[in-house]
């Protein structure tokens, strides 16, 4: 992994990890708690591919395990978040852009369902049994719910982040292609909606620019800037 991809993911992590436990954890809603450390992972592994999706995954859920108030046992949530990172990971589209805002959406829901089922399973295997307490069901509800509702506030914001830290002429590696050869992979959710299209647009804006420059060039020269007539002034 780059620096700077390191970089950015470990301050990303640790400002979801302080906002889930100071924030969210206390809101005392019914069920299961928004997860932003899930939904930053799956914002990550949509970018970065499935190798950085685990590793960042892994180190996510092991800083979840081990900061107050985790009342579970240690590498427990790094397990999950590992494997929904490696998941999301190949999900991601081979040109590195979706279509539109339901594949980003879909990824949140089967995150969100795939990370409570896993959690469920590996707890039942170290003895805990408090989703038998609290209902599966019910939390597998609520916790696609309020990751839901909360991905449109933060998965586009920590995707773009992301892609424009790929983009950083400082992250180019020696000998390799530049950077924005990759399609921003949230472009789909970010124009989905509005059917803008930014590429024909800064395309546009060239086209202009260009045409403005042969007209000032063909006006110093005597040259008629419209319809490309070759006439030129008598000395």
């Known amino acids: 992994m780059r620096f700077n991809r390191i970089l950015l993911s470990a301050t990303l992590v640790v400002v ?13 809603l019914p069920g299961a708690v928004p997860d932003l450390l899930l939904l930053t992972v799956v914002s990550l592994a949509l970018v970065y591919g499935h190798v ?14 081990l900061a107050p108030p985790a009342d579970h046992a240690a590498g427990r949530y790094a397990l999950v978040l590992c494997v929904i990172g490696y998941l999301v990971g190949l999900a991601r589209p081979d040109n590195g852009r979706f279509r539109s805002a339901w594949g980003p959406l879909l ?5 969100a369902i795939g990370s409570t089922l896993l959690y469920a399973g590996v707890g039942a295997l170290v003895g805990d049994t408090a989703a038998r ?3 599966l069901l019910g939390l597998l ?3 696609t719910l309020y990751d839901l509702l909360l991905a449109p506030f933060t998965v586009p914001f920590i995707m773009a982040l992301a892609r424009r830290a790929e983009n950083d002429p400082m992250a180019v590696e020696a000998g390799a292609g530049p950077a924005n050869k990759a399609a921003d992979v949230s472009a789909g959710w970010l124009a989905g909606g509005t059917g803008l299209r930014i590429g024909s647009q800064r395309g546009g804006l060239r086209m202009k620019t260009a045409r403005s420059r042969a007209n000032r060039a063909g006006r110093i020269k005597g040259v008629k800037p419209f319809k490309g007539v070759k006439s030129v002034k008598k000395l």
């Open 16 to 28: 979801a990890l302080v906002v889930q436990v100071t924030v969210l954890g206390r809101l005392q």
């Open 133 to 135: 307490h609290v209902g």
């Open 52 to 65: 950085s999706g685990a590793l960042i995954g892994f180190a996510a859920g092991l800083l979840a395990d």
């Open 141 to 143: 509800f609520t916790a």
């Open 107 to 111: 990824t949140v829901v089967a995150a």
